[in-house]
Structure formats: structure tokens, C-alpha cells
């Protein structure tokens, strides 16, 4: 059974920092690639971050340049999403998912509206930024 979990969100005031966690089991981790999406209130589902698990390769939307990072632990078949100088506008519901289509996950899905089209989605971990 394909799982990932999310975790790590919480409330934070405007300038701090959250570490995301997407833990995955039930499928070849070093295949897919896996992506951190959002979704704000009455917003649509944006891509914010992904990252090959075969290559390095990444996406960064470009809200998030120079603020947010990803990194893949293959030991742990674990994503992580560092997110530093947080806003109040990155307050939304994240969710991580992962594909196989490796580089065209990177750079069409991933950009993509909504990220529709990847393989598994988890079940998401929210972020609230307060000002």
C-alpha cells in the first residue's frame, strides 16, 4: 500500500521557520519523484517544490526562491521542505506527492496547475503564518 505521510506544519509568526517531513513506503522511492503542493483558502493547488529522488533535479516555484529548500533522505525514503522566512501569505494546507515520470515530473507536472497528474498523493499538514 503506497503511503506518504506529511507532517511538521503548525503555527508560526511571520519571519520563522517549519521543517516539512513527506515520509513514503509502498513503492521504489529512488524512482519517483516527490513534490510539496499547497492549497490556501479558496485558492487553487499550487506546486511548491519538487525534487527528483534519481537525480537532484528541482522545481521552486517562484514565491518560494531563496526561502524554502528541498532535500530527499533515499535511507529514509523521506522529503523534507525547509521553510524559512515564512510569510503570512504561505499559510495553506501542504500536501506532498510523489511520480514517476522523473525530469517531466520536475518540469511540467510540478509547474503544472495543481500538480494534477501525480502518481500519490498524501494526506496534507497545515501551515499558518501569523503577522
Known amino acids: 500500500e503506497v503511503q506518504l505521510q506529511a507532517s511538521g506544519g503548525g503555527l508560526v509568526q511571520a519571519g520563522g521557520s517549519l521543517r516539512l517531513s513527506c515520509a513514503a513506503s509502498?513503492?521504489?522511492?529512488?524512482?519517483?519523484?516527490i513534490g510539496w503542493f499547497r492549497q490556501a483558502p479558496g485558492k487553487e493547488r499550487e506546486g511548491v517544490s519538487c525534487?527528483?529522488?534519481?537525480?537532484?533535479?528541482?522545481y521552486y516555484a517562484d514565491a518560494v526562491k531563496g526561502r524554502f529548500t528541498i532535500s530527499s533522505d533515499n535511507a529514509k525514503n523521506t522529503v523534507y521542505l525547509q521553510m524559512n522566512s515564512l510569510k503570512p501569505e504561505d499559510t495553506a494546507v501542504y500536501y506532498c506527492a510523489a511520480d514517476s515520470r522523473g525530469l517531466n515530473t520536475i518540469v511540467v507536472v510540478c509547474p503544472g496547475p495543481g500538480g494534477y497528474g501525480m502518481d500519490y498523493w498524501g494526506k496534507g499538514t497545515l501551515v499558518t503564518v501569523s503577522s
Open positions: 509502498g513503492f521504489t522511492f529512488d524512482d519517483y519523484a
Open positions: 525534487i527528483s529522488s534519481s537525480d537532484g533535479s528541482t
